[in-house]
């Protein structure tokens, strides 16, 4: 994509991956809009970048997504860069009674999100002489955690998704790019600052990199073994990924 010139909106942009991000396209100049529900986190952002601005969401409420997608387009008819960044992170597990509510939100805030935020904003990011959307999906897209399984099958539905986008809007003026992070040291589970995770200034300067490239999907070296994942033998590689945070689980809160 051309990281310059653009009018970018990106959801869950209060924290993390989706502040990097707004954060690394803010200091090249284009027009950011950052989305999510908690307005305290929104302000600390927009205060510290000028000309930045902000919108309350609420990523689970289809008519919110609807209202929102209005009022930008009304207030920002150059809009064309989407970023669906917004996600959230809850362990379950597979191997017990799954919580309904905690299966329903992940699936609602990380598969339904984007997909309705997209159809909301799509025939205006068509109508751009260019416009991107950017999919944030993740590397247990392709080697799943055990202990985040409905986490990781929406990342994995995502990425099956943004092929089926893009290929749909292959003769549009909207192309498709889908970033997959790594465990990097955010917030999105336990800011602990383990030495496996990835720092999250890294992490949005090889991803900057990456998106301003004409790539389709956006990964990290540290990650290309498993997005590699060769195919009928992944049921060894899952497990033994699976097993080494076992031995050596994520420190939680």
């Known amino acids: 994509m051309k990281v310059t010139d653009n009018t970018i909106f990106i959801t869950g942009g209060g924290s993390g991956i989706g502040r990097g991000l707004a954060e690394a396209f803010h200091k090249l100049g284009n027009k950011v809009i950052i989305a999510g529900r908690r ?29 929102v997608a209005k009022d930008l387009i009304k207030r920002y008819p150059t809009l064309n860069v989407l970023i669906n960044n917004a996600g959230i992170m809850p362990f379950d597990d597979p191997a017990s009674t799954i919580d309904e509510a905690t299966m329903l939100g992940t699936i609602t805030t990380n598969l339904y999100g984007p997909i309705r935020m997209t159809s909301a904003l799509i ?3 068509k ?5 991107v959307i950017i999919n944030n999906s993740s590397v247990l897209a392709f080697v799943p955690l055990a202990g985040n399984a409905v986490y990781s099958a929406t990342k994995a539905a995502l990425h099956s998704y943004s092929l089926s986008q893009r290929f749909a809007l292959r003769d549009s003026t909207v192309t498709v790019q889908e970033i997959a992070p790594p465990w990097v040291n955010t917030d ?11 720092p999250l200034d890294a992490f949005i300067e090889e991803t900057m990199a990456g998106l301003a490239t004409d790539t389709p999907e ?7 073994p498993f997005r590699d994942n060769p195919g009928s033998q992944e049921h060894a590689i899952v497990h033994g990924f699976n097993q080494s945070l076992v031995e050596n689980p994520i420190p939680v809160a």
């Open 127 to 131: 109508s751009q002489p260019r416009s």
């Open 123 to 125: 025939e205006h990011l």
């Open 188 to 198: 999105l589970i336990h800011k602990g600052d383990d030495p496996r995770a990835m």
């Open 218 to 224: 956006v990964i990290v070296e540290a990650i290309r």
């Open 39 to 67: 307005k305290a986190l929104l302000d600390e952002v927009i205060a510290a970048n000028p000309g930045m601005d902000a919108v309350e969401l609420d990523i689970n409420d289809p008519s919110n997504i609807a209202h």
